[in-house]
T-cell receptor
Framework: GQQLNQSPQSMFIQEGEDVSMNCTSS?????WLWYKQDPGEGPVLLIA?????ELTSNGRLTAQFGITRKDSFLNISASIPSDVGIYFC?????????????FGQGTELSVKP | EAQVTQNPRYLITVTGKKLTVTCSQN?????MSWYRQDPGLGLRQIYY???????DKGDVPEGYKVSRKEKRNFPLILESPSPNQTSLYFC?????????????FGPGTRLTVT
């Protein structure tokens, strides 16, 4: 089936540093999504990307939908302690009888004050 | 407040003892889904439902059952739990199948099967 490869699996950074993570796939997606999961909670949508090449920002977060529609990256600038959590990419697949999200394995971010 | 609720939040059970995890949403969403989250594997879809009485298998349906008798509720049933079903489970809902980017997740249910 379709899979997303997300990297890195984990990151340990100092407060104030920039962070970059990405997702790649062998399949094309028509929508890319980035979620954040705080400890003990469900994922929350950060950014949604709808068109190839699209670059979208949400505060200190910037994400891009790759031109080939097979990849996406998320950047976090000037990290702060509350950025700690697990970040997931997801691709949306829609077909005749339904649809679903395919999730990456997650990137666990730790920020040292 | 718009939300997805799950119960219980934590459950420890023994192999073979049937259990049900409830999920309810108050947003009148058509699409609901169950995922399991395991370290290094991300979230994998177990079952989904596009509307009342319409359910279908996701990527890892073995050992699970679901039902959708009402729009707001989508319970997950484990008829005979086994240790490999120890995991963190999330219920989610979206307005429609074509709007999965508006997916709201519940707080999660941590299940341990001994």
């Amino acid at each position: 089936g379709q899979q997303l490869n997300q990297s890195p699996q984990s990151m340990f950074i100092q407060e104030g540093e920039d962070v970059s993570m990405n997702c790649t796939s062998s399949s094309i997606f028509n929508t890319w999504l980035w979620y954040k999961q705080d400890p003990g909670e469900g994922p929350v949508l950060l950014i949604a990307l709808y068109k190839a090449g699209e670059l979208t920002s949400n505060g200190r977060l910037t994400a891009q939908f790759g031109i080939t529609r097979k990849d996406s990256f998320l950047n976090i600038s000037a990290s702060i302690p509350s950025d700690v959590g697990i970040y997931f990419c997801a691709g949306q697949v829609i077909y005749n009888q339904g649809g679903k999200l395919i999730f990456g394995q997650g990137t666990e971010l730790s920020v040292k004050p | 407040e718009a939300q997805v609720t799950q119960n219980p939040r934590y459950l420890i059970t023994v192999t073979g003892k049937k259990l049900t995890v409830t999920c309810s949403q108050n947003m009148n969403h058509e699409y609901m889904s169950w995922y399991r989250q395991d370290p290094g594997l991300g979230l994998r879809q177990i079952y989904y439902s596009m509307n009342v009485e319409v359910t279908d298998k996701g990527d890892v349906p073995e050992g699970y059952k679901v039902s959708r008798k009402e729009k707001r509720n989508f319970p997950l049933i484990l008829e005979s739990p086994s240790p490999n079903q120890t995991s963190l489970y999330f219920c989610a809902s979206s307005p429609k199948t074509g709007q999965l980017y508006e997916q709201y997740f519940g707080p999660g249910t941590r299940l341990t099967v001994t």
